[in-house]
């Protein structure tokens, strides 16, 4: 099994840019994730998905973020517009359950310059 | 409302135990895991336990849940140069009307030789 797939897996761009990380999940797996990592708040759940469903977007910090799942086996996080406070490591996690065993991706680094 | 705590940091000498510990709040909590993240890389889930059991061994790691302190700690035996990383201690939590993986804010473990 090739595991949790992100690209890119490094990201610089400039303020104002549109961004889109994209993530494919383990085959099989009902539960996507997005979650962001950074220094000040640590690792935050933005939103998460069952069977190409999203359930709660509660995390996602502004209008600025979307989340789509257009399948069981492709999701994208995308920016638009893009700004310095968004620079951080997104992760994209997937379950066969609700929470229970999340694989995490590599991550992709976002730096927004 | 729901917090995961860690201390930031531990330092051991090589073949020596760890013990990372946590606390946390939700006592409805129904699952406790332990990830690892070594630099660069996402999270690799170490292991989990189920709030019934107040212990899990796997190979050289230990799983101990004291749910009437709301504790949870992870030893590893005969500690290797390869276990440095930064360990999470994360939970499950009702939040609304979902379950949410809430994460510390990670344990540096340092490994010298």
């Known amino acids: 099994d090739a595991g949790v797939i992100q690209s890119p897996r490094h990201e610089v761009t400039e303020m104002g840019q549109e961004v889109t990380l994209r993530c494919k999940p383990i085959?099989?797996?009902?539960?996507l994730f997005w979650y962001r990592q950074t220094m000040m708040r640590g690792l935050e759940l933005l939103i998460y998905?069952?069977?190409?469903?999203?359930?709660?977007d509660s995390g996602m910090p502004e209008d600025r973020f979307s989340a789509k799942m257009p399948n069981a086996s492709f999701s994208t996080l995308k920016i638009q517009p893009s700004e310095p406070r968004d620079s951080a490591v997104y992760f994209c996690?997937?379950?066969?359950?609700?929470?229970?065993?999340?694989?995490f991706g590599p991550g992709t680094r976002l730096t927004v310059t | 409302g729901e917090d995961v705590e860690q201390s930031l940091f531990l330092s051991v000498r090589e073949g020596d135990s760890s013990v990372i510990n946590c606390t946390y709040t939700?006592?409805?909590?129904?699952?406790l895991y332990w990830y690892k993240q070594e630099p660069g890389a996402g999270l690799q889930l170490l292991t989990y336990i189920f709030s019934n059991m107040d212990m899990k061994q796997d190979q050289r790691l230990t799983v101990l849940l004291n749910k009437k302190d709301k504790h949870l700690s992870l030893r590893i035996a005969d500690t290797q140069t390869g276990d440095s990383a930064i360990y999470f201690c994360a939970e499950i939590a009702r939040v609304d009307s979902s379950y949410k993986l809430i994460f510390g804010s990670g344990t540096r473990l340092l490994v010298r030789p």
């Open positions: 085959s099989g797996h009902d539960y």
């Open positions: 996690a997937s379950s066969l359950q609700t929470g229970i065993e999340q694989y």
């Open positions: 939700d006592s409805s909590s129904t699952y």
């Open positions: 998905f069952n069977n190409n469903v999203p359930i709660d």
